[in-house]
């Protein structure tokens, strides 16, 4: 399949989600929580929430297990969270289907699925985990400036030394 055909595919895939969830802006209803991707969300405006409160509503654990390179490539899985596990399985959904597949066992898609897979984690780690951090240590910053003033890094670098 072409590169146009997939992101075309999964340009179809999220326009069916969003109009599942009957919104364009979703996400979880639960009180801090910050989910708001498609793929972790489910229910129907106005009753959304993530798998992860989801599944603890219904007495399931919120982390599940993963198979990092597809089932048909390894037995293998890593736990990992609910609202994670929901959006790299849609990312599994952008390989090639041959090496999701994997129908005669060939080793070199079993070892191209193991680099998509780790890849597509690495991926949850960085857009979804470091990604966010430096908006809000500089949200913070400016936050300590208004509350201690322009220079507080020197009050708490004294703090920090004690008496």
């Given at each position: 399949?072409?590169?146009?055909?997939?992101?075309?595919?999964e340009r179809v895939?999220?326009?069916?989600?969003?109009?599942?969830?009957?919104?364009?802006?979703?996400?979880?209803?639960?009180?801090?929580?910050?989910?708001?991707?498609?793929?972790?969300?489910?229910?129907?405006?106005?009753?959304?929430?993530?798998?992860?409160?989801?599944?603890?509503?219904?007495?399931?654990?919120?982390?599940?297990?993963?198979?990092?390179?597809?089932?048909?490539?390894?037995?293998?899985?890593?736990p990992i969270p609910?609202?994670?596990?929901?959006?790299?399985?849609?990312?599994?959904?952008?390989?090639?289907?041959?090496?999701?597949?994997?129908?005669?066992?060939?080793?070199?898609?079993?070892?191209?699925?193991?680099?998509?897979?780790?890849?597509?984690?690495m991926r949850i780690?960085?857009?979804?985990?470091?990604?966010?951090?430096?908006?809000?240590?500089?949200?913070?910053?400016?936050?300590?400036?208004?509350?201690?003033?322009?220079?507080?890094?020197?009050?708490?670098?004294?703090?920090?030394?004690?008496?």
């Amino acid at each position: 399949m072409s590169v146009q055909a997939r992101r075309r595919d999964e340009r179809v895939r999220l326009e069916d989600r969003l109009r599942t969830l009957g919104t364009r802006d979703p996400r979880c209803l639960e009180p801090g929580c910050l989910e708001r991707d498609p793929y972790a969300l489910t229910g129907t405006f106005p009753a959304i929430v993530c798998y992860e409160h989801q599944a603890l509503a219904h007495g399931r654990p919120w982390l599940e297990e993963h198979h990092v390179a597809g089932r048909h490539n390894s037995p293998v899985k890593v736990p990992i969270p609910g609202n994670d596990h929901e959006v790299t399985k849609e990312l599994q959904l952008r390989w090639p289907q041959r090496t999701l597949r994997n129908p005669d066992g060939s080793p070199l898609l079993r070892a191209a699925a193991a680099v998509r897979g780790w890849s597509d984690v690495m991926r949850i780690v960085l857009d979804r985990v470091v990604e966010p951090v430096p908006g809000l240590l500089e949200d913070l910053d400016a936050w300590l400036r208004s509350v201690l003033g322009e220079r507080w890094f020197e009050a708490f670098e004294q703090w920090r030394r004690g008496p």
